[in-house]
T-cell receptor
Framework: DTGVSQDPRHKITKRGQNVTFRCDPI?????LYWYRQTLGQGPEFLTY????????KSRLLSDRFSAERPKGSFSTLEIQRTEQGDSAMYLC???????????????FGQGTRLTVV | AQSVTQLDSHVSVSEGTPVLLRCNYS??????LFWYVQHPNKGLQLLLK????ATLVKGINGFEAEFKKSETSFHLTKPSAHMSDAAEYFC???WGTGGFKTIFGAGTRLFVKA
């Protein structure tokens, strides 16, 4: 399968614990995005990488959240000291760098569903 | 500021009848517009995209959308609904260099009755 893969698919954790999610983008895609989706809402942008550089972070990304893409390939999203409000689906997407200023679509993984109890 | 409004949170149609999912947008830039579909327990899938070429865009599974700048709309249509179309649909605006800035609408849940 050459699509975007995310691991784990589901995570249940106790409040206050740290969790880490992994995303493997489509191999030739330079851009990688993280989104959060809560029930009944559309995905909300969290952060964006081009290669290994984190170029944009949403105000939604509090100090407890950190994302890395150390070698410009896979990425990790860590949440420290989880809170019940962090319960959501965390989506990863990737896209190639666009050609001729045409915006390209993103390809999404199936997401990691986090439940904080 | 950029925004996306999906005018209906739920739409219910009978199988074989037309589908209309409405989306209005606001953008200070020349946006690119997309429709994605999300089936339960599956990832978001691109249906179609508008990137300043033809204003009538055809997508997968018989869906199409028309970009109307004067109305700031990008409504999604399909002539005849199928049971397999039941899903959540998201209208998306992107802007910025290469479109890395993104806003999703809140989504429209499409129900298809037999």
């Amino acid at each position: 399968d050459t699509g975007v893969s995310q691991d784990p698919r589901h995570k249940i954790t106790k409040r206050g614990q740290n969790v880490t999610f992994r995303c493997d983008p489509i191999s030739e895609h330079n851009r990688l995005y993280w989104y959060r989706q809560t029930l009944g809402q559309g995905p909300e942008f969290l952060t964006y990488f081009q290669n290994e550089a984190q170029l944009e972070k949403s105000r939604l990304l509090s100090d407890r959240f950190s994302a890395e893409r150390p070698k410009g390939s896979f990425s990790t999203l860590e949440i420290q000291r989880t809170e019940q409000g962090d319960s959501a689906m965390y989506l990863c997407a990737s896209s190639p760098v666009p050609v001729a200023a045409t915006n390209t679509e993103a390809f999404f993984g199936q997401g990691t569903r986090l439940t904080v109890v | 500021a950029q925004s996306v409004t999906q005018l209906d949170s739920h739409v219910s149609v009978s199988e074989g009848t037309p589908v209309l999912l409405r989306c209005n947008y606001s953008s200070s830039y020349s946006p690119s517009l997309f429709w994605y579909v999300q089936h339960p327990n599956k990832g978001l899938q691109l249906l179609l995209k508008y990137t300043s070429a033809a204003t009538l865009v055809k997508g997968i599974n018989g869906f199409e959308a028309e970009f109307k700048k004067s109305e700031t709309s990008f409504h999604l249509t399909k002539p005849s609904a199928h049971m397999s179309d039941a899903a959540e649909y998201f209208c998306v605006v992107t802007w910025g260099t290469g479109g890395f800035k993104t806003i999703f609408g809140a989504g429209t849940r499409l129900f298809v009755k037999a």
